[in-house]
Nanobody, 127 residues
Framework: QVQLAESGGGSVQAGGSLKLSCVFVYAYSINLNCMAWFRQAPGKEREGGAAVYVDGRTSYADSVKGRFTVSKDNAKNTLYLEINSLKPEDTAMYYC????????????????????WGQGTQVTVSS
């Protein structure tokens, strides 16, 4: 019913920037009320990075505030994540996620609250 496909990852040096994209395809009967970017580093739990509510409100994890910018282009069915001032600790697989139900604790949200996931795109930052 919902398909998500991320792209834009790569290997960059610390201080660089990347813009990730997530193209989403879904049935017209579905309303995606919340979309988000999560990341997971090797050996660590999946953590939220940035999310956008259906009304355009955004939420960011404290660790990425000021460096991550999430946006959504409904005409292109694409979710974006712009990452600036990349740090080695940003190295992770980045996943796009979506759900029809808004997170009950917005602006807080958790991976378990999202039903639809992409395959991920790898971001590697070297020092």
């Amino acid at each position: 019913q919902v398909q998500l496909a991320e792209s834009g990852g790569g290997s960059v040096q610390a201080g660089g920037s990347l813009k990730l994209s997530c193209v989403f395809v879904y049935a017209y009967s579905i309303n995606l009320n919340c979309m988000a970017w999560f990341r997971q580093a090797p050996g660590k739990e999946r953590e939220g990075g940035a999310a956008v509510y259906v009304d355009g409100r955004t939420s960011y994890a404290d660790s990425v505030k000021g460096r991550f910018t999430v946006s959504k282009d409904n005409a292109k069915n694409t979710l974006y994540l712009e990452i600036n001032s990349l740090k080695p600790e940003d190295t992770a697989m980045y996943y796009c996620a979506a759900d029809v139900s808004p997170p009950p604790g917005w602006p807080f949200y958790y991976a378990s609250e999202f039903s639809y996931w992409g395959q991920g795109t790898q971001v590697t930052v070297s020092s």
